[in-house]
Nanobody, 113 residues
Framework: QVQLVESGGGLVQPGGSLTLSCVVS????????MAWWRQTPTSQREWLAG???????DYAPSVKGRFTVARDNAANTMSLRMNNLRPDDTGTYYC???????WGHGTQVAVSA
């Protein structure tokens, strides 16, 4: 069974940076598209960034130019580097293997002065 464990969240000041990690078990990620999602206190879960099997990436307009997604197939992990964080980036961040309807517990990010 696929399991996802997100980590790396925390409290950061506006303009700061964080790197989130996602460890996947139960399935090699090398053959799968992956994505990061976010749920804020006042909105539905939103797609932020995706990385397909060949490494091609795409981003939501709200994070493009600030966030960078990467994958390490050998380690079965994915990361999200977040720069220039803003208060509206506050939320719970989730990684996902696109094919499977499974979510982890997420990792919380709070951006506040």
């Amino acid at each position: 069974q696929v399991q996802l464990v997100e980590s790396g969240g925390g409290l950061v000041q506006p303009g700061g940076s964080l790197t989130l990690s996602c460890v996947v078990s139960g399935e090699p990620i090398s053959g799968h598209h992956m994505a990061w999602w976010r749920q804020t206190p006042t909105s539905q879960r939103e797609w932020l960034a995706g990385i397909i099997t060949d490494g091609t990436v795409d981003y939501a307009p709200s994070v493009k130019g600030r966030f960078t997604v990467a994958r390490d197939n050998a380690a079965n992990t994915m990361s999200l580097r977040m720069n220039n964080l803003r208060p509206d980036d506050t939320g719970t961040y989730y990684c996902k293997v696109t094919k499977f309807p499974i979510w982890g517990h997420g990792t919380q990010v709070a951006v506040s002065a």
